[in-house]
C-alpha cells in the first residue's frame, strides 16, 4: 500500500479523537509560534495538518495567512467541514510534501508528526528541499517528531525517533536550532508518547 491510500484509509476509518496523536489544545506549537515574533499577517503552512485543530486556533488568532498541507484528502475534508464558512479563510493544499512544490514562500513552517514517518533517506531529502525553497529568507521552521525512548510505530508505520541534534543534522545547515522542548504527549487510550519539539530559524546567506 503506497502512502497516500494509507493515509485515505486512516482517515476515512478513524475519527479524529482516536488518533495516538490527537490534541485538542496544541499548547506547545502555539507557543512556538508565537516565539517566532510572526505577525498577524505572516503566512504560516501546516504541514501534514490533516484535520487538526491547529488551524482553528491560529484563526483564533486572527492570522490572515494559514495554509495546510496533508496527503489526505478525506484529512482536509473533515477539517473544512469542521470549520464550516471559516474554511475559506485558509488555502488548503492537497499533496505529498516530498513532491510539493510551492508557488509561494512562508515566514512559519509547522509539523506536528509528519517529518518522522519519512523513514527512507531520498524522502527526507526530498522534505528538506522543499522546506529550503518554502521558507523564507527570514523565517521559522517548527518540527515535532517521536523522541528516541517512542514506540517504533505510529499508525500502522514505522517512524525515525529523533534527539533534537539529530533533528538538525537531519534538517540541514541552512537552519539553525533555536530553542527545544519535550512533551509526554498521552494518546487518546493513555498510552504516552515522548515528543521533542524544535524551532529552527533559517539562516542568513
Known amino acids: 500500500m503506497d502512502r497516500k491510500t494509507h493515509w485515505e484509509d486512516v482517515y476515512r476509518t478513524t475519527a479524529a479523537e482516536e488518533f495516538g496523536w490527537h490534541q485538542t489544545q496544541q499548547t506547545l506549537s502555539l507557543n512556538l509560534i508565537q516565539s517566532t515574533g510572526v505577525r498577524k499577517t505572516g503566512s504560516l ?4 495538518g490533516g484535520d487538526s485543530t ?8 486572527d492570522f490572515d495567512h494559514i495554509t495546510v498541507l496533508d496527503i489526505s ?14 474554511a475559506d479563510l485558509v488555502s488548503w493544499i492537497e499533496a505529498d510534501i516530498t513532491d510539493f512544490r510551492s508557488s509561494k514562500t512562508y515566514d512559519v513552517w509547522h509539523d506536528r508528526a509528519a517529518f518522522h514517518f519519512l523513514t527512507e533517506a531520498e524522502d527526507r531529502e ?4 522543499t522546506m529550503n525553497r518554502a521558507v523564507s529568507a527570514q523565517g521559522h521552521a517548527i518540527t515535532a517528531t ?9 499508525s500502522g508505520l514505522p517512524v525515525v525517533r529523533y534527539s533534537p541534534e539529530f533533528l538538525a543534522l537531519a534538517i ?5 536550532l533555536v530553542e527545544s522542548f519535550e512533551e509526554l ?3 487518546p487510550g493513555g498510552n504516552k ?4 519539539y524544535c524551532r529552527f530559524t533559517r539562516r542568513k546567506p
Open 193 to 196: 508518547q515522548p515528543f521533542i
Open 54 to 61: 491547529l488551524v482553528d486556533h491560529l484563526l483564533d488568532q
Open 185 to 187: 504527549h498521552q494518546t
Open 172 to 176: 540541514g545547515s541552512n537552519f539553525e
Open 45 to 48: 503552512i501546516d504541514v501534514g
Open 146 to 154: 517521536f523522541a528516541y525512548e517512542a514506540p517504533p510505530t505510529c
Open 126 to 129: 526530498k522534505y528538506c528541499e
Open 73 to 86: 484528502a478525506s484529512a482536509l475534508e473533515r477539517a473544512k467541514a469542521r470549520l464550516g464558512d471559516r
